[in-house]
């Protein structure tokens, strides 16, 4: 579970919250040509580094029932594959997400709170100026007892 409180939005109105279901995603990529690519990612391991920290983990995940996406498409850290063919369905996906998917975009105003299923939803936000003084306070809540995730068979 994620939490950003929004403590002074971006002033050239950049920063915005862009939000996409898992399960959209998974229903898109099972109906479509790509059902490969979700079968690739659900069964091998994806490398993830930022600095000293380090994991490998499934992009698609079963547990208790319930699916889980993990998945980033950013410069935020390094990221490394098990074979070509692994390399290829990450990109296949990426393109998807960021061409065929749809997603809420929204904006948070000063003192809003927007809580997110972090294992259900993929969050990214839209260009803002480096400069430009947004100020965000972000949470990540783990180790719950609440069973996370979405449904999809």
Request: hydrophobic share 35%; with cysteine.
């Amino acid at each position: 579970m994620r939490g950003t409180r929004c403590v002074k939005p971006c002033p050239d109105g950049g920063g915005l919250n862009q939000i996409m279901s898992g399960q959209s995603i998974v229903k898109h990529l099972k109906n479509s040509d790509n059902a490969m690519v979700f079968k690739r990612l659900s069964n091998d391991l994806v490398g993830f580094a930022r600095g000293k920290q380090k994991s490998y983990r499934q992009i698609f995940e079963k547990d208790n029932g319930k699916w889980r996406i993990s998945f980033r498409l950013d410069a935020a850290g390094d990221v490394t594959f098990s074979s070509n063919d692994v390399a290829d369905a990450y990109r296949d996906l990426g393109d998807m997400i960021h061409n065929g998917i749809s997603y809420l975009e929204l904006g948070l105003r000063e003192g809003e709170i927007l809580l997110l299923d972090n294992t259900a939803f993929l969050h990214s936000r839209t260009h803002y100026t480096p400069n430009s003084q947004r100020l965000i306070n972000r949470v990540q809540i783990t180790n719950t007892n609440l069973n996370l995730g979405f449904i999809h068979e």
